[in-house]
Every structure is written in structure tokens, then in C-alpha cells.
């Protein structure tokens, strides 16, 4: 396995990573031997909706993107009918600058299985189902050795721990589409189809995964429920923020020294993120932009780095906390290319369902195009404004779309010279520079 | 819906004006009931709502800040939607541009310019200046999805509309669509020609010129042709459909929704073969022995002809029930003793009183259709039964001996495969089945294609309807089967063998044991062979009168092309040919034709009172104003 | 799609016959796998190496050189442009979107592994192991 980049090893917010790098901790001897597997046999002594509350009171937000209150979306499960209902569980990391998911799989794989296995039992399922992206080889592979083990250990199966209440995980392997981190569009994929949205209402928790009630949690989500339930709601909130309580992994990468996963304390500022913990900017250079949280989220200005890593502190700054990707780019970046490079993926991965998103984002990869070729003109910068603004606030089925358009708003708003400057004098400083500094 | 009172009503506002619609009810459609019009392309009434092209945005509170889509949100007590604010003007207006970012703005080229709905919506609601100036994206094109369709891919804004209706409707999947963003395009599987027999429904569907007729292509504008909604001649469903007829040419057959008969669909044998109607081998005038005549001359011969011989009659399958009147009269009078057959009949007997309307298909719980392959008997039928099953829920058992397109349903279908003791014994151990413990049960035959006795089938038929409580429902094939078995014209016999003369209405070969021949239709086929006269017939494009289709419905033909001398109505011919024989034909017109056959037989009553009047045109909804 | 995954596995890349089977197997419409199969990007419907170099240039690879990278790798492999074949069928490159491991950025997917930290020289290493690889096979 390749060297450790993140947290790891004792620190008082190290409540997921304390034990990482930990010889063994992926197997099941290995995980159980630091009091592993032992918050879900106590859980399934327990009432669910004790559980559900308990996670309720933790004030833990989804770590997937959108960052709704878990223990809300649990309560959402209607009452059992005596059919089937699932656990789905969102692998499918694909947000740009996000990687914190395969760290937590591939450094704890039975602390996820425990979290999902607490909350399967929570919402009362038998069946969960792991989503995982087709690209992680490895965390799938990690993940069906210690799902091998659980079945072998009877932790999975008819009567785990002696409890008369089967248990059960199976792991879907994705194929390449961004769109199925989309929870609907995962339940598409996850069914066979072609990965494209549901129009909402109904909601996955009345009819999802083939049309049964269903939950659906990110890995790192359901990662923090055993600490949770182990050590009670009311240490978690002394975690965080009072809205956006515990901690969290930002995988923080890009014009940096020491790029990492690192669990941090939700309600830190950036400037500790980017500046400390992932070791600044290389030498000579300067920090210029960041985006704080996936590519999806707002790019901000690196004069922003005091913001803090809370959500509502980045909804005021006019960005969001996202997936927790934390990407930086220094002063050789030109932000156009960055916006450019980000629009293609978002083009590339539009599933083609509804229009706006489907012509919207390919429309603006040519306007940006053609302002990078130096064709461009004061006329493309207005297009460009307007099909952005034509993308969000609802105009999309789901949120993809919003996000190329806040690629492009975002960015054409901090950093308005740059665009100015390649739409109408056809020229671009940061390259100059660059080819000066290779000169 | 408009015209049920609502029970569950449900009381909203839009755009200020408040309006009462049954619960359950979409946005979308309770503005039209105020002539509000929300643009729509992936929306469709008869499809399950998807919310993919985000025309219809609009402002709805109590609701999120932003616009929200009027085709997927049901309406809710005390609701305000308002479709006139700044943003969704804006909203919708930003989404019809994005259509055109890469239309091909062919329009002056294109079959659908003049009744296309991004023409219509780009003109009241889409910007009025462009700022596309970007190159358009290029797909292949047109492409053949069959000999019947063509596809443009440019055209296509992927309202899905095609592909929904293959999956829900249809239950086909050789309509896909093929990878993903903006190079997502519709396909058909590995470029196989579409073999679906109701493929033209996309046509009709497409809210583009992506999906154009192939026979109709490049044919006329729509602004040049006048329509009539008229009745497919083809079976014994009695499809509504709309003829558009122009410069005296039928040019195009598309549906006339008509949800008691055929919920919007028609097959493709309805909607593309009509092209006989134009064809320039047409007959105009009489002839006899290969001469032309005049009418009165023809007359003469034929009577000549069949004078003392063994008469036999073949019947057109969509013979009006005024002809079958007339012919009835007929054959009990100057033509005694002569045999009337029809071919294409089913050996179906005369249904006895009232039989299960199509429409009531929607409500049984349990559908059980015995020995007819629906699909090709009765193609807008199965239609039905499948929208009964998949949007209804019922549950369906087959009686047949081949696998049918209905098994298609992956959710369990009950099929039984009728033994040695043929459908009797299969119909007898079916009656404990579980699927028919919940009424109501709605129990369909045919005649197994002849196979077996058809009296039989119908009455082991019956007996299980009463057994479990079950409505019958006859599969007629023929157009006007059941028509002509209300007025007994048909005899048992099947075919003319042994005849010494014989009139061969529409299509059909003499027998070898006729010495006189006499034929009547609009073509002369191969199969006609020589015949000693030759009278010429308008076609169902043409002729005046009425049909009865399976359910026992009578609907009115509204001819879109006129009777042009020297060609006659049928109805006039055969007057004709009653007073030559004194037959008491002394009818003054059609209107009293239909006003004894209403006499004669109870079941064509509905041919004593008028026709029901056209459906009222589409109204115009206006939109608010452009942005 | 597991079962095209099988069928993937024989050809490397996905035939109208092979998706036709496999949809025969599943009881499926030939036309509804094919939709599914070109909407995934790991789904291959054209010939491609018996290698292939997924390697991503998203923001936090291409901020720390992934398009030299890529250049570099179509370089070592013999090709013009990325997605051709190499002239012995033994590699192709693929310009991904984020693989999830930007902390070693820049980084690529490689034969079911990632690889990371890429260089030029990494890039040469591992192209060279496997031309041998298959040198010595065909020698030995």
C-alpha cells in the first residue's frame, strides 16, 4: 500500500483516523482487537429509533455533498410493511479533489461496515448494498475481504451476535459516470439502468432502490456513526460548530506541499487547512484560489482562507462545504483553464437527461474554448454569464448542472480581470509568466 | 377530467384565476382548464411525468425559491402557481434557447414546420433575438429507423417522449437511447428496423421534426391540407383517427384521441396503409367483360349475370352497416337462398346483448384473454390490456397455445396452453385460479384463427365469466364483423365454394366453380382475376356510413375525400340495384338507410339519432407574454 | 452490467454480438444493453490496448503537471493522440475525470491498480515492464 498522506495516530479529533496506519486494522482481528464490532453488538440490543435519535441529537450533517442531517433522513423511513428496504450506501467518490472515502475504505474498511451495519439496523433493513466506483480497485477489494471475514465470523448472516435479526451486505461495483453520486441516479445505476436522475418527489426513502423505501448515506457518513453511538451524542457535539458539529476528512490536494486527507475539527479556518496541516504553497509561489469543497463547490480567492470549514460559514462566503475536496491552486494556475478543465468534466459527465444541463454545460465548454483560443469577445464573457445563470436555481433536474454553473460564475466573479483578459486582448498573463520562468 | 365533477376537488390558483381540479391532478394540466398555457416537450398526458426538458418551469408557493416543474408537481389545497413572473418567463425562455443552440433551424425543409411545438413555443415564449452564434453539434442523418420512420438527430431534443412510450406503452425495447450528455442520441438497436407494429405512435408523439413519417415525408405542408376526423377501417377496434386529405389525395392518417376506444394509439396498419387510396390504377368507372361501361349497363349485366345461378356474396371486411343493411334486404328477398361471406371474419357468434367496453379494461383487476394472439387481431386492444396491467395493476392470464407479445409483462403472467382437451378443459380447470378471486374480471376471446369451433370457445368463455363473476368481451377481427352479425348477413359458411355466380365486394378470389364473376372494389387485384363486370367502389377515405366495432360501439365515418363522378356511394349502388329488383329499396337517402337498420337490429340503435358532432378543435391557449 | 463486465473481459471491448448475448442471457432487449453500455465510460465500445493508461487530468492532477503527463505517456507508448492504440496492441491511454486519489496527484489507473506520484520516468518504468513482459512471453 502506498505511504499514508492524511491524519493518522492519536489527536483529540482524530475520532475516525486515530487508528489508521495501524498494523492489521483492516482485518477483522486486527480492527476487533481496538474494541471493534463491539458498538454494533450493543446496538442491536438497542431500540432503532433509539439509535435514530442518538443520531438525531449528534447533530451529524451527510458528508456526501449536501450535508442534510442524518439522523433526520433515517426518521424519514416509513415504518416497516414486511417487504424489503435497503441500505445504500454512496462509494461512488467521483467529486474532483475528493478522495477522503477511499482513504476511509482502504485504511478501515470494518469501521465503515460497522457504521453501515448500526444504521441498517437502525432503519430497520436487512440488506445493505455498497455503491462503489469501478475505479477503486483496491478499497473493493479491501471491502469483500472484510465482508468475507464478517460472514466467516457470522457478524453478517441470520443471527449476528445472537440477535434474531439477519444482516446482510452486498457490494455493486459502478462504471465510470460522476452522475451516480447522484443518490437517484446511483439507485438507476444500482438497478441496472442507464444512471439517469429521478424527477423528486417521490423521495428514495418512500420509493427507492427497486421501488422499496430505501436510505441513502456517503462512507464517511456512516464511517462516523459507530464513534457516535459508542461514545454518546453528546461527545460528538463537543466537536464543531453549533450547527455543523463534529469533525470531518478534507482531502486537501493540488499547489501544495503536503497534500493529505486530514480529519479536522469542523469550524477551523482554511489558513490552518491549507496553510498547516497541508504545509502551504511550494516555494516562491503564492497560494492564489481554492475551492473549498469538491469542484462543485464556489472557487474562492485565496484572501478567503480565513473563512472557517462550517457549512453556513461557507454558504456566507458564498461557497459550500461539499464533499470536503479541498483543492489549491497557486499563482502558475490561469483561471480559465482551471474553469475550462472543470466545465469539460461536467459537460463529459451531464447524463444527458434534461436540457439545460445536457446543451448548457457543452454550450459554455465552446464559449470558454473559443475565449481560450483568443477568439473570443466582450460578447462571449455576456454569453457566458447568461448560460451560466441558465443552469442553476432549479433550472436542472438535479444539482449538476447548478454546479458548472457555479464553476463559471464563481470563477468569472473572483476573477474577472483573468477572463477580460483572454476574451478581449486575447492574451494570458500567468502563461506569459510561465514561459518567462521556464526561459 | 375536465368533465368529471370533482369529487376529491382540490381548489388552487394560478396566475390569479382560481380553479377546482381532482386531487392527484398536475399543475400542468389544471392550467389548461384556465387556457393557461406551460410549454411542454417531455411532458405528455398519456406518459408517466419525467421532469427532463424543464420547459414548464413555474413559480409555485408554498415551495423552494425557484421555479419548480409544472409536469411533475401534483396541485395542492390553497397552492399559487404563477407562470408570469420575471423568472419563469426567463426560466423557460432560457431552456427553449438552449434547444435551439444546436437545431439545425431547418424549417423550411422540415415535415414538421407549421405544426411544431418549438416553433410554436419559440414564437410566444423563447427570446426574441438569438445570441447563438456558436457552431452547431452534428449528428448523422436522417436515419432509418424503419421503412415507415425516419429519424433526424438534430431535430431531437430529447424529450424521451419515443422512448417512454416504447417502454410503458408498447413494452418494447428496441427504442433506446445511446450514450450520454450532449452526445446522447435515439437509437434503434443496432440500427434493426423498428418491428414494432405500433412504431408510428412516436411520430405523433415527438414534439419536434426528429420522428417524420417516411410514406408522408416531404408530401405537403400541414397548412395545406384539411382533416376530418373520422374511424380506422382497419379491424374490428374502431380507432379514431384523423384523415388529411389534400388536392383530393389522402396524405397522411394520423390518431384522434378517443379515450373510450384507443386512448390516443393506433397501429401502424391504420396509420400507413392508405397510400392505395391515391393510386393511379384507382377504378373510376364500370366495365364489363374488360369494356367500359356506363353504370346502367353494368347494372344490367351483373343482374343478367347472376339471374338463376347459385349466388354468392364476399363482403369487404369494413362493408358500413347501411351496405349490410341493404345486402340483407337483399339476399332475404330478390337474392334468396344466396351465401354471404366475409373474409378475415372471426368464427365468433353474434354477441348477445351488451359485451365489456374497451374502457373497462382500466378497471378489471383481472384480465383473461383466450385464444386470440391480441397483438395482431386487435392491436390497439392490447394496448390496452397492457396499460391495465402495467399502470393498473391487473393481472393477466393468457389461454393460448404460442407465446404472445402480452408475456412480454416480466411481472408474472399466467399463461395456460390449451391441452388435448382443447380450451373447454383449459377454461373449466382455470376457474379456482388465484388471479380470479378479485373482481372485477374482464374475460376476452377470440376464435383461435378458426382452429377450433368458435360456438365452442364462446360459450367455455361464457361459462367461466359466469363462473367467477366476469364481463365478456368477443374479439371480432373484421372491421364491421360485428355489425353484419347484428343483421345476421353472415351465413356459417367460410368461403364461396360451389357458387355459380359470385360478387366479390373488395378483395377476395372468385371460386373455381364460377361461371359468373362480378367484382366491386376500388382496385382490380391479381386475385380478382378476370371478372365478367367491374364495378368501381370509393374507399374508406370516400364512402359515407357507419361501422360497429368489437365492443359494440357504432361510430360515424367522416370522409375527408368527396365521391367524384363517375363514382358512386355504395349505399346509392345498391338502391340501385334494389329497385331494378323491386326489392322495396325505396330509400331516400343514407339518414333513412340508418334509421331502418336502427330498427332492424337493437344493437345499431345508436343509427337512429345524428351522429355525436366533431370534437371540438384543440382550444388555443396563450402563454404570458414573451420575455 | 456485471454480466458485460464478463463480456468485456473476452475482448477487451464490448461488440453489438457480445452485448447481444449478454442480453439474451438476461432475458433483455440488444438495443436496452446497449444503451446502458455507452452510457458508462468503463464500458468500451471500440478496440483498446491490452493496457490501458486511465490517467486523470482533473483540476488537482492538472494542476500538478497531468497534461505532461499524458503527453508524455502517448509519447512512450508510441501514439499521436490519446485513445489510439499502440502499433502492437499493447497499450492506450484515456484522459479520466478524478479517480478519488488526489493526494498523490498526478496519478493514473493501470491494469486494476493505481499508480501515483507519476513522472516521466515512472511512466517509461512501467510501459517498459510490460513491453518485456511480453517479449519474454513470446520468447519464452
Not at chain 2, 157 to 179: K, M, N, P, S
Amino acid at each position: 500500500m502506498a505511504e499514508l498522506r492524511g491524519s493518522h495516530g492519536k489527536a483529540k479529533h482524530h475520532l475516525l483516523t486515530q487508528h489508521f496506519g495501524t498494523e492489521g486494522l483492516a482485518t477483522l482481528k486486527g480492527y476487533q482487537k481496538l474494541g471493534g464490532y463491539e458498538t454494533l453488538e450493543r446496538a442491536l440490543g438497542m431500540e432503532p429509533k433509539a439509535l435514530v435519535d442518538e443520531v438525531k441529537a449528534s447533530g451529524l450533517r451527510g458528508r456526501g455533498g449536501a450535508g442534510f442531517a442524518t439522523g433526520v433522513k433515517w426518521s424519514f423511513m416509513p415504518p416497516p410493511d414486511g417487504g424489503p428496504r435497503y441500505v445504500v450506501v454512496n462509494a461512488d467518490e467521483s467529486e474532483p479533489g475528493t478522495s477522503k472515502d477511499r482513504y476511509l475504505m482502504e485504511n478501515s474498511p470494518h469501521m465503515v461496515l460497522e457504521g453501515i451495519l448500526i444504521a441498517a439496523f437502525a432503519v430497520q433493513s436487512h440488506q445493505a448494498w455498497i455503491y462503489i466506483r469501478g475505479e477503486y480497485d483496491h478499497p473493493y477489494q479491501m471491502l469483500m475481504t472484510a465482508i468475507g471475514e464478517l460472514r466467516e465470523a457470522k457478524i453478517l448472516g441470520d443471527r449476528p451476535f445472537g440477535k434474531d435479526y439477519a444482516l446482510d451486505i452486498q457490494v455493486y461495483r459502478g462504471h465510470g459516470a460522476y452522475i451516480c453520486g447522484e443518490e437517484t441516479a446511483l439507485l438507476e445505476s444500482l438497478e441496472g439502468k442507464r444512471a439517469q436522475p429521478r424527477s423528486r418527489p417521490p423521495y428514495p426513502a418512500a420509493k427507492g432502490a427497486w421501488a422499496r423505501p430505501t436510505l441513502l448515506n456517503n462512507i464517511e457518513t456512516l464511517a462516523t456513526v459507530p464513534w457516535i453511538i459508542k461514545h454518546g451524542a453528546a461527545e460528538y457535539t463537543k466537536f464543531g460548530t453549533e450547527k455543523n458539529r463534529g469533525t470531518r476528512l478534507l482531502s486537501v490536494s493540488g499547489n501544495i506541499r503536503k497534500p493529505g486527507v486530514y480529519e479536522i475539527e469542523i469550524g477551523v479556518p482554511f489558513t490552518h487547512v491549507i496553510m498547516e496541516l497541508a504545509g502551504g504553497p511550494f516555494e516562491g509561489r503564492q497560494i492564489k484560489a481554492f475551492w473549498p469543497g469538491g469542484s462543485s463547490a464556489k472557487v474562492l480567492p485565496a484572501s478567503r482562507m480565513d473563512v472557517t470549514t462550517d457549512a453556513e460559514a461557507l454558504a456566507a462566503a458564498d461557497s459550500m462545504a461539499g464533499s470536503g475536496g479541498c483543492m489549491v491552486a497557486d499563482d502558475t494556475a490561469c483561471m480559465v483553464e482551471t474553469t475550462y478543465r472543470l466545465l469539460k468534466f461536467y459537460a463529459y459527465e451531464s447524463c444527458g437527461k434534461c436540457t439545460p444541463c445536457r446543451v448548457g454545460g457543452n454550450w459554455a465548454v465552446r464559449t470558454v474554448a473559443k475565449i481560450l483560443a483568443g477568439e473570443g469577445s466582450r460578447l462571449d464573457l455576456q454569453i457566458l454569464d447568461k448560460i451560466q445563470a441558465g443552469l442553476q436555481d432549479g433550472r436542472c433536474l438535479c444539482g449538476l448542472g447548478d454546479s458548472a454553473g457555479w464553476v463559471v460564475q464563481s470563477a468569472m466573479n473572483h476573477f474577472p480581470e483573468e477572463f477580460e483578459e483572454h476574451a478581449v486582448r486575447h492574451t494570458c498573463s500567468v502563461k506569459r509568466e510561465r514561459a518567462a520562468a521556464s526561459a | 377530467m375536465p368533465d368529471q365533477p370533482p369529487q376529491d376537488g382540490v381548489t388552487l390558483t394560478i396566475d390569479g384565476r382560481s380553479v377546482t381540479v381532482p386531487k392527484g391532478t398536475l399543475v400542468v394540466e389544471a392550467a389548461k382548464l384556465l387556457s393557461i398555457e406551460v410549454p411542454v416537450f417531455c411532458y405528455h398526458h398519456k406518459l408517466n411525468p419525467v421532469g427532463a426538458c424543464r420547459l414548464c418551469l413555474v413559480e409555485i408557493s408554498p415551495g423552494p425559491p425557484k421555479p419548480q416543474t409544472a409536469c411533475t408537481t401534483p396541485v395542492a389545497e390553497g397552492m399559487t402557481v404563477r407562470t408570469n413572473t420575471a423568472g419563469a418567463v426567463a426560466a423557460r425562455a432560457d431552456i427553449l434557447e438552449y434547444e435551439l443552440v444546436n437545431h439545425p433551424l431547418d424549417c423550411p425543409v422540415c415535415d414538421k414546420g407549421g405544426e411544431c411545438p418549438l416553433q410554436d413555443y419559440t414564437f410566444r415564449h423563447g427570446y426574441p433575438t438569438s445570441r447563438i452564434d456558436a457552431p452547431r453539434l452534428h449528428f448523422e442523418k436522417p436515419v432509418p429507423l424503419s421503412d415507415k420512420i425516419a429519424l433526424d438527430r438534430e431535430r431531437c431534443v430529447l424529450c424521451y417522449r419515443c422512448t417512454r412510450y416504447y417502454d410503458e406503452i408498447a413494452w418494447e425495447q428496441e427504442l433506446t437511447t445511446d450514450q450520454r450528455g450532449v452526445s446522447s442520441f435515439i437509437t434503434n438497436q443496432f440500427d434493426r428496423p423498428l418491428q414494432s407494429i405500433f412504431s408510428g405512435n412516436i411520430i405523433d408523439l415527438c414534439p419536434v421534426g426528429a420522428l417524420t413519417s417516411r410514406v408522408w415525408r416531404f408530401e405537403s405542408r400541414p397548412w395545406d391540407m384539411d382533416h376530418t376526423a373520422s374511424v380506422c377501417s382497419k379491424c374490428a377496434v374502431g380507432c379514431n383517427v384523423t384523415m388529411w386529405q389534400r388536392r383530393h389525395q389522402l396524405v397522411r392518417v394520423t390518431s384522434h384521441e378517443n379515450d373510450a376506444v384507443d386512448d390516443g394509439w393506433i397501429c401502424d396498419r391504420g396509420r400507413f396503409d392508405y397510400t392505395e387510396v391515391n393510386s393511379p390504377d384507382r377504378l373510376r368507372a364500370p366495365r364489363v367483360k374488360g369494356a367500359h361501361a356506363t353504370w346502367n349497363d353494368a347494372l344490367d349485366a351483373l343482374l343478367d349475370g347472376v339471374r338463376g345461378k347459385k349466388l354468392g356474396i364476399s363482403v369487404r371486411q369494413d362493408l358500413t352497416n347501411e351496405e349490410a343493411l341493404l345486402l340483407k334486404r337483399l339476399v332475404d328477398g330478390p337474392w334468396a337462398g344466396a351465401r354471404v361471406v366475409m373474409p378475415r371474419r372471426t368464427r365468433i357468434p353474434a354477441a348477445e346483448g351488451e359485451t365489456l367496453h374497451i374502457v373497462e379494461l382500466e378497471r378489471a383487476r383481472c384480465i383473461v384473454v383466450i385464444a386470440s394472439d391480441t397483438a395482431d387481431d386487435v392491436p390497439v386492444v392490447n394496448l390496452r390490456i397492457k396499460k391495465a396491467v402495467s399502470k393498473h395493476g391487473a393481472r393477466l392470464i393468457l389461454v393460448h397455445p404460442d407465446d404472445l407479445d402480452l408475456d412480454r409483462w416480466p411481472h408474472g403472467v399466467h399463461h395456460v396452453r390449451p391441452g388435448a382437451g382443447g380450451y373447454a378443459e383449459a377454461l373449466r380447470d382455470l376457474r379456482d385460479h388465484e388471479y380470479l378471486k378479485e373482481g372485477p374480471v374482464a374475460v376476452l376471446y377470440g376464435d383461435a384463427q378458426g382452429s377450433e369451433d368458435g360456438g365452442a370457445i364462446a360459450a367455455a368463455a361464457a361459462g367461466l365469466a359466469q363462473a367467477v363473476g366476469g364481463k365478456l368481451m368477443p374479439l371480432y377481427r373484421a372491421t364491421n364483423e360485428r355489425g353484419a352479425l347484428a343483421l345476421s348477413l353472415l351465413g356459417e359458411e367460410t368461403d364461396l365454394e360451389g357458387c355459380e355466380a359470385v360478387l366479390i365486394i373488395g378483395p377476395g378470389a372468385p371460386p373455381a366453380s364460377a361461371r359468373f364473376t362480378a367484382v366491386w372494389d376500388f382496385l382490380l387485384r391479381p386475385e380478382h382475376g378476370e371478372p365478367d363486370v367491374l364495378l368501381p367502389s370509393p374507399t374508406f377515405a370516400e364512402q359515407q356510413g357507419s361501422y360497429t366495432n368489437l365492443e359494440g360501439r357504432v361510430q360515424f365515418l367522416r370522409p375527408p375525400l368527396h365521391v367524384e363522378p363517375p363514382l358512386r356511394e355504395s349505399w346509392d349502388v345498391l338502391l340501385d340495384i334494389g329497385q331494378r329488383l323491386d326489392a322495396g329499396l325505396d330509400f331516400l337517402g343514407i339518414v333513412q338507410i340508418q334509421k331502418a337498420a336502427a330498427q332492424a337490429a337493437p344493437a345499431l340503435a345508436a343509427l337512429a339519432g345524428p351522429p355525436a358532432p366533431a370534437a371540438a378543435p384543440t382550444a388555443v391557449l396563450y402563454g404570458p407574454a414573451r420575455p | 452490467m456485471p454480466a458485460l463486465d464478463i463480456a468485456q473481459e473476452e475482448a477487451g471491448y464490448l461488440t453489438p454480438e457480445s452485448m447481444t448475448e449478454v442480453a439474451h442471457a438476461l432475458n433483455l432487449d440488444p438495443g436496452y444493453v446497449e444503451g446502458v453500455a455507452t452510457f458508462y465510460s468503463l464500458f468500451h465500445l471500440e478496440p483498446v490496448g491490452e493496457h490501458r493508461l486511465y490517467i486523470c487530468t482533473n483540476l488537482a492532477c492538472m494542476l500538478r503537471g497531468a497534461y505532461d503527463i499524458l503527453a508524455h505517456a502517448n509519447r512512450a507508448i508510441g501514439v499521436a493522440e490519446t485513445g489510439e492504440v499502440s502499433e502492437d496492441g499493447l497499450f492506450s491511454t484515456e484522459e479520466v475525470e478524478c479517480l478519488g486519489a488526489c493526494e498523490y496527484a498526478p496519478m493514473m489507473r493501470l491494469d486494476h491498480a493505481y499508480h501515483y506520484d507519476l513522472t516521466p520516468e515512472k511512466i517509461d518504468a512501467l510501459v517498459a515492464e510490460r513491453r518485456n513482459r511480453k517479449g519474454a512471453r513470446r520468447h519464452g
